[in-house]
């Protein structure tokens, strides 16, 4: 089945710029779907098809999606970003439809 | 669009999971569904999927335990998972499904989630 590879853990200061990688064979051939998850809560759709964001969702976030590495990018880090994110495929194949194993964002 | 799951929150080992999904402010004839669950402190799994046509299938790892029914005139959707055991312990969630420029799927719009918990 197909595999989508995340780091556990990312940190960034207050004001810098986070980056979260979602690693898969080929990812630059799907579209990549990105969500937010904070504790308590359900996830938040925050990056569809690899660089467009949804309505309500802050410019500081964006997508990029190239060979076999998708990232999600978050400027300007704020407090409020601290959460788990998670990217998400899906294929023809029902053992291509796939979430990563999530990352969590730790703002320092 | 609004999402509710409900259903018990408390199952038996080797019963039957029974989750119904309300969808308000959209007909559900409109889009796709899915069920996607969260074990405790642990990342997302989809479980069963259900088109506007009607058309469903299921997370292959479940071995066929899945269906995933919908009911037009009452604007929700169904999940029923058999033999469950205490690994299907989760935080239960329904969501929309949108078409992507792939062709394919993402989630826009989650209900909040149901925790069910197999124990005996």
């Known amino acids: 089945s197909y595999v989508l590879t995340q780091p556990p853990s990312v940190s960034v200061a207050p004001g810098q710029t986070a980056r979260i990688t979602c690693e898969g064979n080929d990812i630059g051939i799907k579209s990549v779907h990105w969500y937010q998850q904070k504790p308590g809560q359900a996830p938040l759709l925050v990056v569809f098809?690899?660089?467009d964001r949804p309505s309500g969702i802050p410019e500081r976030f964006s997508g990029s999606n190239s060979v076999n590495t998708a990232t999600l990018t978050i400027s300007r880090v704020e407090a409020g970003d601290e959460a788990d994110y998670y990217c998400?495929?899906?294929?023809?194949?029902?053992?291509?439809?796939?979430f990563g194993g999530g990352t969590k964002l730790t703002v320092l | 669009v609004q999402l509710q799951e409900s259903g018990p929150g408390l199952v038996k080992p080797s019963e039957t999971l029974s989750l119904t999904c309300t969808v308000s402010?959209?007909?559900?004839?409109?889009?796709?569904w899915i069920w996607i669950r969260q074990p405790p402190w642990k990342g997302l799994e989809w479980i069963g999927f259900?088109?506007?046509?009607?058309?469903?299938n299921h997370n292959p790892s479940l071995k066929s335990r899945v269906t995933t029914l919908a009911d037009t005139s009452k604007n929700q959707f169904f999940l029923k998972l058999t033999s469950v055991t205490a690994a299907d312990t989760a935080l239960y969630y329904c969501a929309r499904a949108r078409r992507d420029s792939s062709g394919y799927y993402y989630f826009d719009n989650w209900g909040q989630g149901i925790l069910v918990t197999v124990s005996s």
């Open positions: 402010g959209d007909s559900i004839s409109s889009y796709s």
């Open positions: 998400q495929v899906w294929y023809s194949r029902s053992d291509h439809r796939v």
């Open positions: 098809d690899d660089t």
């Open positions: 259900i088109s506007n046509s009607g058309s469903a």
